[in-house]
């Protein structure tokens, strides 16, 4: 890098979209093939500093190479590719560096026509998923998965993880709340097939509020991992779901759901806020083993099996309103 003839390349963090589209165009352009390294060095794998013919997107350069390249393009090309041929023709080198994390680019394609969204950001999961996770997976996640993890296990086979971050609850319980097209909480749902809901819950469906697709990739990429770690042997990737829900109890509303099994391989429900706190009472109780979780966790979900063994109630609130996110897992 001591070479004043030196252009510094772009800053390679993770296999983001952005990041991805360098290579893809240099690959369909037939230019320059992709290394077999290719893969190790965007995942950080393989670190270093490379030479290379082409840059795009983002990148730094030598202010004093700046003379020497402020024009002179060949206008036939498009801008990154006019760029570097210039810069190739006068000799001065570029590279690519990860020896050092300079950050990342986040993928902004089409966000500007989400901003009537109630919270965007909520919604990037597949877009920026790296910037996502920071934002809404639990801190404890990983941890999860340490080899001495043992799973808290509160009643038998109903198991309890870390998964989200209070960010994630407050935001979707706001992003529901704006919607705000709760069920009546009858037996008659025109949102399902059959049009008839056995146990009904004062809900709204994440198809409601367009986030269907995103909590599909959540469940395959956050819970399945979690189920496999806990019901060995079950194995179904990627997981299916058709009911994916927030349900609100209150006290004048409805403030509980009685017995019942859930037609799921596996439940999870995820409390989205805090007993004693944003209510009083609640919970949910699996009858066959006299059992009760009232203590939910902010951000934490339970898992257990549906149908057969995990008969359960929604417990009454006495005060105040009480959220959780339900799916029915495989059913
Ligand atoms: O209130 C609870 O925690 C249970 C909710 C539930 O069983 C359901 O929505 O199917
Ligand atoms: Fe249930």
Redesign the pocket.
């Known amino acids: 890098m001591s070479s004043n003839r030196t252009l510094i390349g772009p800053m390679i963090v993770r296999p983001y979209k952005a990041w991805s589209n360098f290579w893809g165009a240099l690959n369909s352009d037939g230019f320059y093939a992709r290394s077999f390294d290719y893969m190790d060095i965007v995942n950080n794998e393989k670190r270093g500093i490379w030479n290379v013919a082409y840059l795009a997107n983002c990148y730094l350069l030598k202010a004093s190479l700046l003379p020497s390249v402020k024009s002179g393009y060949d206008a036939q090309l498009d801008p990154d590719m006019a760029f570097c041929r210039h810069v190739r023709q006068k000799d001065i080198f570029m590279y690519v560096d990860n020896s050092v994390d300079f950050g990342h680019l986040v993928d902004a394609d089409g966000y500007s026509s989400m901003l009537d969204l109630t919270h965007p950001e909520f919604y990037q999961l597949e877009q920026n998923q790296w910037d996502w996770e920071r934002r809404y997976i639990h801190p404890d996640y990983p941890d999860n998965f340490l080899q001495n993890n043992v799973p808290k296990q509160p009643c038998p086979d109903v198991y309890w993880f870390p998964i989200v971050t209070p960010r994630f609850c407050k935001e979707h319980i706001e992003v529901m709340e704006a919607y705000g097209k709760w069920s009546s909480g009858s037996n008659h749902d025109v949102r399902l097939a059959g049009g008839y809901e056995n146990?009904p819950?004062r809900d709204i469906h994440m198809n409601q509020v367009g986030m269907e697709r995103q909590w599909l990739h959540f469940l395959h990429l956050y819970v399945r991992p979690l189920q496999e770690l806990v019901f060995t042997g079950y194995y179904h990737d990627p997981p299916r779901s058709l009911m994916n829900f927030v349900?609100r109890?209150r006290p004048d509303e409805q403030p509980s759901?009685r017995p019942?099994h859930?037609s799921s391989t596996y439940?999870i429900?995820i409390a989205l806020n805090t007993p004693n706190v944003d209510y009083q009472g609640?919970?949910?109780r699996f009858i066959r083993y006299n059992c009760s979780i009232e203590d939910t966790r902010l951000g934490w979900l339970l898992m257990h099996p549906g149908r057969l063994t995990h008969f359960?109630?929604?417990?009454p609130v006495t005060s105040g309103t009480r959220y959780?996110m339900?799916s029915f897992v495989d059913p």
Request: hydrophobic share 35%; glycine share 16%; aromatic share 6%.
């Open positions: 146990v819950t349900v109890y759901l019942h859930d439940t429900n609640g919970g949910c359960h109630e929604g417990l959780i339900i």
